[in-house]
Nanobody, 125 residues
């Protein structure tokens, strides 16, 4: 079965940077869309970014465009989320997720069936 493990979260001051990692295992093929989601207290879970393992297409939420970058290292089966110019409103639990399908033109949470346990990101002003 697919297992996802996030790491790289922590505390940082506004304007700083963090890079999250998601180590994946248990794949039987490469037909997956991989995504990052986040959820802050009192808010709904939000799709942040996604990318197709078999391609180079990427998708971003408007709130993070120009600041966050999703990437992958196929040899290491690892997904990354580089977060720059962090803001206090970026504080949330960040989750890595996988969908056994091609990525859509937008991030659809219902498409994702495999989830990691999350890593906490806290941005102070």
């Amino acid at each position: 079965q697919v297992q996802l493990v996030e790491s790289g979260g922590g505390s940082v001051q506004a304007g700083g940077s963090l890079r999250l990692s998601c180590a994946a295992s248990g794949y039987t093929d490469s037909s997956y869309c991989m995504g990052w989601f986040r959820q802050a207290p009192g808010k709904e879970r939000e799709g942040v970014a996604s990318t197709y393992i078999g391609g180079v297409s990427t998708y971003y939420a408007d709130s993070v465009k120009g600041r966050f970058t999703i990437s992958q290292d196929r040899a290491k089966n690892t997904l990354y989320l580089q977060m720059n110019s962090l803001k206090p409103e970026d504080s949330a639990m960040y989750y890595c997720a996988a969908a056994r399908r091609y990525c859509r033109g937008s991030i659809i949470e219902a498409d994702f069936t495999y989830w990691g346990q999350g890593t906490q990101v806290t941005v102070s002003s």
